[in-house]
């Protein structure tokens, strides 16, 4: 008994060496993206925006402004800024120099420390609403830090900061806000 092995080979492609019909003999590679382009594509797969992240993103640019307006009046009212400071027990020790340079200083800490914190909850805002979910846990520190001066220093506006970013921090961490900077994340 014989056994007999053939080896198969294709046939040669007749067209080979030649263009295929229709296609030009040599097409470029597209150029790459601009980083214009790339932005409207990564933006175009953001997934929607809750409302949860809408509504909290409100409240943020609320508590900015209220900080922005703590310090116009601040600003406005130095005269009743002194006589507060001036009846504490401490004002009492000091000579009237070392008065007005603590009133002075502790006026312009208010003022500077109320626009810093409404550039911050302005700007991590705009980082939350992108999805970036490191934004929202700053965003509950700076109001852990508003709550602490309202227990130090109780006032009506200062409770309504903070209200307002308690529920502001409350709606980010809600299942539909944690949906969403889960899809933004896997996006990335």
Do not use: C
């Amino acid at each position: 008994m014989v056994l007999a092995f053939s080896i198969v080979t294709t046939p040669e492609d007749p067209d080979e060496g030649r263009p295929a019909p229709n296609v030009p003999p040599h097409v470029p590679p597209p150029p790459p993206l601009s980083e214009s382009e790339l932005a409207r594509a990564a933006f175009a797969a953001r997934p929607p925006l809750p409302n949860e992240v809408r509504i909290s993103f409100v409240l943020w640019l609320a508590v900015g402004a209220m900080f922005v307006v703590s310090a116009v009046v601040a600003v406005a009212q130095r005269d009743q800024f002194v006589e507060a400071v001036r009846q504490t027990p401490e004002a009492r020790d000091l000579t009237p120099e070392a008065f007005d340079a603590a009133v002075t200083a502790s006026w312009m800490l208010a003022i500077i420390a109320s626009a810093v914190m409404a550039g911050l909850f302005v700007l991590f805002a705009f980082q939350a609403r992108a999805g970036r979910s490191w934004a929202r846990v700053v965003l509950a520190v700076l109001t852990a830090v508003v709550l602490l001066f309202v227990l130090f220093g109780p006032s009506p506006w200062g409770l309504l900061i903070a209200l307002i970013s308690v529920a502001a921090v409350v709606l980010l961490y809600l299942p539909g806000a944690k949906a969403y900077f889960d899809a933004v994340k896997r996006n990335r």
